[in-house]
């Protein structure tokens, strides 16, 4: 269950990559690693710690434009990413993409 204090994300993994390798590499970056998929790897940390790792800048996020809801489920901030997430050079060869996971929103 994720904290209030951290920021989701999806780690995806090349179709050759090992993803306990990946995850423990992940780990080492100081990132919790939640799960480990056949194709992703699940992981969360602080935001300024997911900033570090993945060299970018994390805004709140709010809901879409034009959309009013009750805020994200659970009560955490919701970041987004304000430039793309870079994947760390020893990485590189097994890490596809990185996606910050917004939580779920209430919507009436």
Known sequence: MSRPDVVP???VLRPEAAGADVARKLADHGLEVLAVGRSSVSVQAPPDRIEAVFDTALDPAGPPPGVEDFGPAGARTAYRAARPLHVP????DEVEAVEIAEPPRMMM
Do not use: K
């Open 9 to 11: 994300a999806q780690v």
């Open 89 to 92: 050079a020893d990485l590189t």
